[in-house]
């Protein structure tokens, strides 16, 4: 992403920020306002999300396919185990946090029943926790046609990768046809200029993100921004100084301990990822930005980039670890519950592992809390109400959560660069 463009989307941010606080705190009635900006934010994360399904497809197809099949096994394991135990770190950290602010302590459940959004249908919305895991599982393994028309992304994810690793393996066998193996290799060309093509999409998308990201900004705070001063400010303030210790403390240590490099550089080499996901509340949104900040940034090998960060967007939710603690204490404080710190750490990492693959669109963490609830054995009514109280403030909680994982996906990413010796030269 070039310069000018950063500092515009940095001065529309601002720009907008400014706006809807101003708007918020005027006290006068934003619908109109809402009503004619919000399609220009709205049609930035429709561009986004437009994009997103050839990027992970034809990005994590290309990526598998030319990384060296004797490499996988081990790369794909430091990927996999970095996103596990930043999960486990973050479910830490939110926990703690949780316990620390305590929020829902002391108020009486009249009072936060108040608090629920008027019209509200959240009886539209269930989630089915029995056998959850195995549905996970065979959602793995879906038809690949109807995953890419209804955007599961964990199923395209295990067809990509194992549809490239097919055509490296089919492709490296000394047995198979001259032929057979010019094949593939026409098809990889044929897939790569493929991807050059949506990635010039994405380049126009970028240059419009200036006007989105105010458009956004501006209406996320003017319809929000009491949620940050209201009653629950505990659970907001929790919720923003866990993910800012992620961000600025337990990444930069883990990336100082693993490769020896000054994580601060890192971080402000990285930027306009996890600000697109900021904005724009989605991981798989900000995906383009963040695969052109590895290979134009970090000089990450495209092979791994395109396979770890597409597989983080999906997988990996460490906001969610942070994000979900808090309102897993604000219900055990309304209802008389007892919640201690392993069972609250417990309780997130095995709902983030339930929900993998429900990741990387805005307000998914919505989905987890009703799983969450009921795992608490809360009645629905019960549910109703924390729910309720979530969707007043899930705009801009959301907003940081987002912005946690992109960056928990990009230190992982170069973190395992550097440790697979997988960092190209300038």
Known sequence: MKKNLVMQIIIAFIVGLLVGIGLWMSGIDITGYVTWVSPLGKVLVSMLKMIVIPVIFLSLIAGAASLPTDKFGKIGVRVIVWYFVTSILAAVVGSILALLFNPGGGASIDKWSSLVASGTAVEE???????????????????????????????????????????????????????????????????????????????????????????????????????????????????????????????????????????????????????????????????????????????INESLSAFALPLGATINMDGVCVHLPMFAVLAANMFGLEMGFATLSLLVITTVLASVGAGGVPGGSLMLLFIILQNMGLAPDQIAIIVGLALGINPVLDMFETMNNVTGDIVCTYAVAEMSDMIEEE
């Open 125 to 299: 919305v269930t989630v089915s926790t029995g056998g959850a895991l195995v549905d996970v599982f065979l959602g793995m393994f879906a038809n690949p046609f109807q995953a890419l028309a209804n955007g599961d992304f964990l199923a395209i994810i295990v067809f990509s990768i194992a549809f490239g690793l097919a055509l490296k393996m089919v492709a490296d066998n000394k047995e198979t046809p001259e032929k057979l193996r010019n094949s593939i290799i026409n098809l990889l060309d044929l897939l790569d200029a493929a991807k050059a093509g949506i990635f010039k999409i994405v380049d126009w998308i970028l240059a419009y993100s200036p006007i989105g990201v105010f458009a956004l900004t501006s209406c996320n705070f003017a319809q929000y921004g009491s949620a940050l001063f209201g009653p629950y400010v505990s659970l907001t303030t929790g919720v923003v100084l866990g993910v800012l210790c992620m961000i600025f403390i337990v990444y930069p240590l883990m990336l100082f301990i693993t490769v020896k490099k000054n994580p601060f550089k890192f971080l402000n080499k990285i930027k306009e990822a996890p600000l697109t996901a900021f904005v724009t509340r989605s991981s798989a949104a900000a995906l383009p930005v963040s695969l052109t900040v590895a290979d134009d940034d970090l000089h």
